[in-house]
Every structure is written in structure tokens, then in C-alpha cells.
């Protein structure tokens, strides 16, 4: 979210007149300089860039005083609702593994993870290859399990670079994606 984003306005009645009647907001708790409330009307802005990655909600003490010192508090949460903002990112830039050249096809190889710091949807991962070195291998699209398609021959190629993908908000707009390379390498049996 960002900043001077208006928020919510505090309101307060005074039943006195006059000087006595004039209210002043303020705005206390944790987290209250990342706000500015208007000390005339009430109105809460954010002041600065918000990152529900870094901090959630806030839950603040919003104050109303009258010309003659009398004041009245009001608890105000704000909960900050996610943006997928965050590509999910794979703990590793590359991966290799080595297979024994007779393993079996449907052998599961490696199960690459990667994470996404968002909410719901937005960091739900999904798995697939962008290059599956013509169809030798396959990837679980939930688990990330890289599964060997088709047995290898040493032979034949020595070894084999796939591509994966990690992509968020399976398929929905506003989707964001990394990619890492993946290396196989054969031990001869
Ligand atoms: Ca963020
Ligand atoms: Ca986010
Ligand atoms: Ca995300």
C-alpha cells in the first residue's frame, strides 16, 4: 500500500460548547509513526509504505480531547490485506543430482521446494518444466518431486539440464514466477 492512503476517519461528539468543544485526535501504539491522523478532523492516513510481509496489523489507541482536557479513547485495528507482491523463490539457484544410469523410469529423483512470503493464494506454489529434456523427466506439480520419465544411457548423453518453474496463484492473474536450472548427471552401475 502506498503512502497518504487514507485509512479511516475518528469521530467524536462533545456535548459542552465553545472552547470546551474543540477536539483534538491523536494517535498512539506501536507502529503509530507509519500513520498520520489530522489532529482537526480525525482523518488516519498511512505515512509510508506498508508491507504486510513485515508487519501484519496494528492495533492502535485513537484519542479525542476537548478544549478543557477531557479525552475519550477508541481502539482502532488496521489489518493489512496481501498483494502478491513476492515471486515464490527456489532455496537454491541450481540443483544437481546424480542418477544411477538403470534407475527405473517413474524413480523420484529430487523434490525442489520453493517458498513465497505471501498470503493465501497468492503464495501457493505450483511446479512445472520449462524444458523437460525431451520428456526424460517430469515434475509433481504440488510436491515439486522431480520424477524420472524415461531411462537414461550413459551412452547415449552424459547429462541432462531441465528447467523448472515456480509460479504462485495457480494460473490466475497477477501471477509471479522464478525459474531454476536443473542438472542431472548419470553414475554408470
Ligand atoms: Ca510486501
Ligand atoms: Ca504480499
Ligand atoms: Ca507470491
Redesign the pocket.
Known sequence: MPPNQGVLTVGAADADTGTSAEIQYSLFGIGVEDFYMDANTGDMKTATVM????TSSYKLIAQATDGGGLFCRSEVSVTLL??N??PPTFFYSQYLANVYENAAPKALLTRLQASD??EGPNRTVVYSLIDSADGFFSIDPVSGVVVLERALDRETRDSYRIRIQASDRSGLQGALSSQVSYMVGHRSV
Do not use: I, K
Not at 508491507?51 to 513485515?54: F, G, K, L, V
Open positions: 508491507d504486510r510481509e513485515e496481501d498483494v507482491d513476492n512470503p505471501d
